[in-house]
């Protein structure tokens, strides 16, 4: 079955740090791939999304980049800020028996410290 | 220009009492996806509806949990005898009829449960 397995946390960075939170996944035929994020006491709001093999989902400065032949969706961003703080989820959209269905990975937990 | 509605925000249950969780999808959506996550987990799919009907519930525990969805008013997702694995926050999420898989489902704020 679908599955997505994402980078254990939590991740501590500072702020200004490169960031990268590794995602791999494993589907049937072409899911589109999502990132999400959780800040404290909130629901998950979209981050980022990629729909085929090589797109590039971009937003907030941060970035991921469907890879089919690694199967992977890792994120990354140039220079995190405090702000950024959360807990990160990747995510894999299938349609089964005609629900969109999301398979989430574990999260990531992190923390950025000034 | 609501987002998805859910409520209660918290809420308090001793075992053996029953839990029910309300949502409101956005406007001009009209199926509703729930999703359960467990502390320091992923969220894990329970239960898809459309207005009066259960699409899929695969994901749903098969006993003391249910789900609605009425052609007026809010879903409703039902907890009968709630145990203290029943702990958790519930997230509801919507779509719009016509939506394809690429779609971003819009999930609410969730309804952390605890049982005592």
């Known amino acids: 079955g679908n599955s997505v397995t994402q980078m254990e946390g939590p991740v501590t960075l500072s702020e200004e740090a490169f960031l990268t939170i590794n995602c791999t996944y494993t589907?049937?035929?072409?899911?589109?791939l999502f990132w999400y994020v959780q800040y404290p006491g909130e629901g998950l709001q979209l981050l980022l999304k990629?729909?085929?093999?090589?797109d590039k989902g971009s937003n907030k400065g941060f970035e991921a980049t469907y890879r089919k032949e690694t199967t992977s969706f890792h994120l990354e961003k140039g220079s995190v800020q405090v702000s950024d703080s959360a807990v990160y989820f990747c995510a894999l959209s299938s349609i089964i028996q005609g629900a969109q269905k999301l398979v989430f990975g574990q999260g990531t937990r992190l923390t950025i410290n000034p | 220009n609501a987002g998805v509605m859910q409520n209660p925000r918290h809420l308090v249950r001793r075992r053996g009492q029953e839990a029910r969780l309300r949502c409101s999808p956005m406007k001009g959506h009209s199926h509703v996806y729930w999703y359960r996550q467990l502390p320091e987990e992923g969220l894990k799919f329970m239960v898809y509806l459309q207005k009066e009907n259960i699409i899929d519930e695969s994901g749903m525990p098969k006993e003391r949990f249910s789900a609605e969805f009425p052609k007026e008013g809010p879903s409703i997702l039902r907890i009968q005898q709630v145990v203290r694995g029943d702990s958790a926050a519930y997230f509801c999420a919507s779509s719009p009829r016509d939506s394809s898989y690429n779609s971003p489902l819009h999930f609410g704020n969730g309804t952390r449960l605890t049982v005592t």
């Open positions: 589907a049937t035929g072409y899911p589109s």
């Open positions: 990629a729909t085929k093999a090589d």
